[in-house]
């Protein structure tokens, strides 16, 4: 009988560790409650401090983890294995989890600084009303270059890229939709096309680039561009600034051909747990002081109107990383292509880097 009782005691123990141990394990994957909030965001892309004040402030735990690609943030939540309070996806991303019914509406009235964000980043086609999201940072693709390394070689079109000086020269962003449609803006085509025989062109014009191209390559390049490891990069504005800040002899500029005008926006996930904390953290980061405090960290464009009166004058009034609606007006928003058309992109791309091989 004794013994029957200590096998029960053991049973019992075991029993109550691996609920422990699982609890804690939820925890560390992002299972949220209501002290705990587990945002999923790109790399570096937050002030850290800002993320401790929240902290501070609310009493709530904040759980950071990072994706390197919309597809790949798409797929984790689309899983489910993982809650998620909050997440940062691209324009096309929040089409696409809307269509799939992935999101949670957004309660404005839990929103009071949702007032500060500039009109012309509200009601955009990709989610009308804002129902689903809410403006975080936002920007352009372009070329940053090294005016000393290229002795005054200027850059006003995309087809400058191909000029045989560059050779081994060009260091470009790994994303399918960057490479293919500047090759795309490049015989005034839309980034946006779906005609096969329009994507052919732009990936055989792609493979004439190939001797200019030094590597394909993620966040790296801009540490790679500051150090004028290459003297050419095809990047997002936000990584242009930030590489310009610590090399003062590159410059930034839009083709006149056309780019993409990129929104990232917050979101809430449908598998949220803790919905009151991710209306906090929202409206915590549309502060325009903490708005401004994270532009100037992160390097990218704030949608905040209030908050361009926090940042140094240097950077609000820098037109290559805010320009005026009337070159954003040129510019094309990505469009949810469907996921045949997606994963065509991403052979085509997947092609060009294997041609380069």
Do not use: C
């Amino acid at each position: 009988m004794k013994s029957l009782v200590r096998m029960l005691l053991v049973v019992l123990v075991l029993a109550f560790a691996l609920m422990y141990g699982a609890s804690a394990l939820n925890s560390s994957q992002g299972y949220s409650g209501d002290d705990t909030l587990t945002i999923y965001n790109w790399g570096d892309y937050i002030d850290p401090d800002l993320v401790a004040a929240f902290e501070e402030e609310t009493g709530i735990k904040v759980i950071y983890q990072t994706f390197d690609s919309n597809e790949a943030m798409m797929t984790k939540i689309e899983q489910g294995g993982t809650t998620f309070d909050i997440s940062v996806p691209s324009e096309y991303a929040i089409s696409k989890m809307k269509e799939e019914d992935l999101l949670l509406p957004i309660d404005k009235s839990k929103l009071p600084n949702l007032k500060y964000i500039n009109p012309r980043f509200m009601n955009l086609s990709f989610d009308p009303d804002n129902a689903y999201s809410i403006p975080y940072f936002w920007g352009t693709v372009g070329i940053v270059y090294n005016t000393e390394l290229l002795k005054g070689m200027d850059f006003k079109s995309w087809d400058d890229l191909w000029d045989p000086s560059l050779r081994n020269q060009i260091l470009l962003v790994d994303g399918a939709r960057e490479v293919i449609g500047f090759g795309l803006n490049s015989l005034h085509y839309s980034l946006n096309d779906t005609n096969e025989d329009h994507l052919q062109e732009a990936k055989a014009k792609l493979e004439e680039l190939t001797p200019n191209v030094k590597a394909i390559v993620g966040d790296e390049i801009k540490l790679l561009l500051a150090n004028e490891e290459a003297a050419v990069g095809v990047v997002w504005s936000g990584d242009a600034s930030e590489i310009i800040g610590e090399n003062e002899k590159l410059t930034y500029v839009v083709p006149e051909e056309g780019s993409n005008l990129w929104f990232d926006n917050m979101v809430i996930p449908k598998t949220a747990r803790n919905i009151e904390g991710a209306h906090q953290f929202i409206n915590f980061m549309l502060d325009p002081e903490h708005a401004a405090q994270n532009a100037e960290y992160v390097g990218y464009s704030t949608p905040n109107e209030k908050a361009m009166a926090f940042l140094p004058e240097e950077i609000s009034s820098d037109e290559r990383f805010y320009p005026k609606p009337e070159l954003t007006a040129k510019l094309e928003v990505y469009k949810n292509l469907g996921k045949k058309m997606l994963s065509h992109y991403n052979e085509l791309f997947l092609e060009f880097k294997m041609h380069r091989k």
